[in-house]
């Protein structure tokens, strides 16, 4: 989980190469992303999500991003004891996230998808029922994927909104805006996964570098 520490956490998503998993390491990363799903060209299978979290030391989180997982993917997940979190990205009611924290006993992070003030509003249904809280821009209708493709929401929606869950920003993040999305947003965490990739799925090591240093600087 999230620890309550001033430090703004780092999370790099979408990792499935062991050097950019070091990148994400030596440019301070508190967390580390792995999406399970195939429809994304950022998919890993179980035994890579293994392999590629057997390195990393136990102070940095290791958090699986799925869509609407059925209880046979968790359990294979589950499965792999490289897990600390798990973030789910899909229509996953408040029921459905508590039901999945209590079954597999690990921290559950909800991805809100947002377009505008009612949908953070909105969000306060998960209190209780998951553990932190991802703002993600909402995704067109019939997207291919409901996250990771590199669109950001107003981000002022989130000034002064009341919430008791701990939470993070993702969506659209890059180098050139992170700063900018921490100053106005006053997150604790941010994530990023298609802002720090050469090309759909191929995240840069030079990229993961510069955005840890852009958001700690
Ligand atoms: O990255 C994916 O392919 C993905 C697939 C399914 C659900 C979520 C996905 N990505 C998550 O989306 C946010 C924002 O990504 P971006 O920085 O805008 O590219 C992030 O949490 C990714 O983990």
Known sequence: MLQSTSRLAIKICGLSTPDTVGAAMRGGATHLGFVHFPKSPRH???????????PVPAHIERVAVLVDP????????SATQALTALQLHGKESP??????????????????????????????????????????AKTPEGAALPGGMGLRFDWTLLRGAPLSTPWGLSGGLGID??????????????????GVESAPGIKSV???????NAASS
């Open 44 to 54: 890993v299978e179980a035994d890579q999500l293994r392999a590629l979290a057997a």
């Open 70 to 77: 059925s209880d046979e993917i968790l359990t294979e997940l």
């Open 95 to 136: 029921e459905r996230a508590a039901a999945i924290r209590q079954r597999f006993t690990i921290p559950v992070w909800k991805a809100i998808s947002v377009k505008t003030r009612a949908d953070i509003d909105a969000a306060k249904a998960y209190n209780g029922a998951a553990d932190f809280l991802l703002f993600d």
């Open 177 to 194: 805006n992170v700063a900018e999305a921490i100053r106005i947003t006053g997150a604790p965490l941010v994530d990023v996964s298609s």
């Open 206 to 212: 030079d990229k993961i570098m510069a955005f840890c």
